[in-house]
Each structure stands twice: as C-alpha cells, then as structure tokens.
C-alpha cells in the first residue's frame, strides 16, 4: 500500500473579528527608516488601514494632532527625539493620552520594555518583527481603545 505524502501544514494570517478589520482604521508609523517604513505601511495597507508616514518625532506629534489616528507605530530612535520622550508627550496630552502606542525598536536594552510601559506605550516590539504577531497586537490595541472609548 503506498504511503501518502502529506503536505506540510499553511501558517494562516492572524484572522480577528467582524469589529477590527482595519477598514478605515488609521494608523501613524512614526519611523526614519525607510525600509521599515516602506514595508510595514505595505503591510497594513493590504489589510485596509489608512497609514501616515512620519519620520521625525515633530512630524510625529504634528500628524497626530492634525489626522487623529486610532493608533500610532513608534520607533525608539528618531532623528530630532527619543521615541520614549515623544510617547510620554503624547500621553500626557489630551488630544492624543487615548490613542494606542506601540513602540518598535531594535534597543535591546534590559530596562526597555519597563521604561516603555512607563511612558504610556501599549506594547513594545523589538526589530525585526514578526509581521503576523505585529498586526494581531494592532488588532487587539484597536478593540481595546474602542472599549474604553464606547459609550456606557
């Protein structure tokens, strides 16, 4: 009797509910890397986000203000500031202290993550990323703001 070959098993994309599907969801990649940026805005574009570019912290800080963005992709390393100092600006103010943070970095600096939490960041991801594990953190970053955010 012949011995079947089995085909080895397909990794899926993260799937999320009916309510996060990035239609429409706008999403601030706050990165000098163009690479990165390139990609990633590739990424969620495909997924049906409306993603802006910045890629310096005060182009940051004024797009977020400007376009209102459910949530915002953070580097570390900018040119004009730190990403800690930028997220810690970002929430202490009160147009943009409910808008999600996810800080993206290559730091692999023992006290990064605790200091990220510190300075109002949702999620820290260290560089390079896995873009499925990123895009599910966008999804869940995304319900939550919208549970604190519905009415009651």
Known sequence: MPVEQQSPPVLLQP??????????DRILIIDDEPSIVSALSAQLQQQGFVVSLAATGSQGRAAAHRERPQLIILD???????????????????????TP???????????????SRAVGCQYFVRKPY???????LIHHSLEESRRWSAPL
């Open 130 to 136: 896995d873009p499925g594990a990123l895009l599910v």
């Open 76 to 98: 570390l390393r900018l040119p004009d500031i730190d990403g800690f100092t930028l997220c810690q600006e970002l929430a202490d103010d009160p147009n943009t202290c409910g």
């Open 15 to 24: 799937q999320t509910g009916p309510v996060t599907t990035g239609e429409g």
């Open 101 to 115: 943070v996810i800080l993206l970095s290559a730091m692999v600096r023992p006290d990064i993550i605790r200091r």
